[in-house]
């Protein structure tokens, strides 16, 4: 799912992928570039994949812009117009201007984007003593993991799930956070090759749980009906099988979260759901 702002109107694509190879049930991981160890730099032109192949992560630049951008990448899965579009952007509205860029988790664990040697932004300032690396899972989430000695993970300390872009994908949040306030919702982009956050937000509505909105510059724009019988009552994207949301409901926590269905074969194939245009007011 896609929150795309263009001039006079707004767009929002539910983008489906179903990605089953068989080699992911094997148990055996097909690359070692996944992992930034602390003490270690992802720079320029370097980039770290996912355990089989699905995201990557790099530096990159729009088309007539010398801005470098850190995003995540479907990863040769032959997706037309997607394949090369962003899902998750770091420093969306802190591009590094004229010159590389490195990523780098320092010596107290903290995440950081660098321009040269200094810090351009720091995803994550949780200071550990134990040894954390960062890891690019096959979900397309950035994890910055503390391990144990033996190397299974104590605790995330940070991940981009947490931090979405204009992008959903499988297994993301949208809602909100009751004791910190932490929300997860999308904000759309100025346009293609403009990253920086634009004036439509997509998420949960703070009054009504139960139902998704979009807001443009903070009023109302657009509503998806409540959630009844595990499905909205006016979106049409309700209609869909293979892509759908669940609604979940804790003491602390109110979110929806969106899934497809996996079709088991030895393919990797994008399915894509649903395109809903939207004119912008005014």
């Known amino acids: 799912m896609v929150l795309l702002e263009q001039e006079d109107r707004f767009t929002l694509y539910t983008q489906g992928v179903c990605i089953i190879v068989t080699a992911a049930y094997s148990g055996q991981s097909c690359c070692e570039t996944d992992t930034l160890l602390q003490g270690h730099y992802l720079k320029d032109g370097q980039e770290l ?54 990523l780098t988790v320092d010596s107290l664990g903290r995440l950081k984007v660098l321009r040269g040697a200094s810090s351009l932004l720091v995803l994550s300032s949780t200071e550990t003593t134990g040894n954390t690396t960062l890891k690019l899972l096959d979900s397309g989430n950035l994890q910055l993991q503390e391990m144990d000695p033996g190397g299974s993970v104590r605790r995330v300390l940070w991940q981009s799930f947490d931090y979405p872009t204009d992008t959903l994908l499988p297994g993301m949040k949208l809602g909100f956070n009751v004791k910190t306030g932490k929300r997860w919702e999308l904000t759309s982009r100025l346009g293609d090759t403009l990253p920086a956050s634009g004036s439509f937000v997509f998420g949960m509505d703070d009054n009504t749980t139960n139902m998704l909105t979009i807001l443009w510059r903070g009023d109302m724009y657009w509503e998806s009906g409540l959630w009844f019988k595990d499905r909205f009552s006016l979106w049409e994207f309700s209609k869909y ?37 939207l004119h912008s007011p005014g």
């Open 49 to 102: 994949v996912s355990s089989f192949n699905i995201f990557e992560l790099k530096f990159f630049n729009f088309e007539n812009s010398r801005n470098r951008y850190l995003g995540i990448f479907y990863n040769n899965l032959y997706l037309g117009e997607f394949q090369d579009r962003a899902v998750w952007i770091a420093n969306r509205n802190n591009p590094i201007p004229g010159g590389p860029g490195s």
């Open 241 to 277: 099988e293979s892509a759908f949301f669940t609604f979940n409901s804790t003491e602390s926590e109110h979110y929806f979260t969106f899934s497809v269905d996996l079709h088991y074969s030895d393919i990797v194939f994008p399915t894509g759901i649903f395109a809903s245009w």
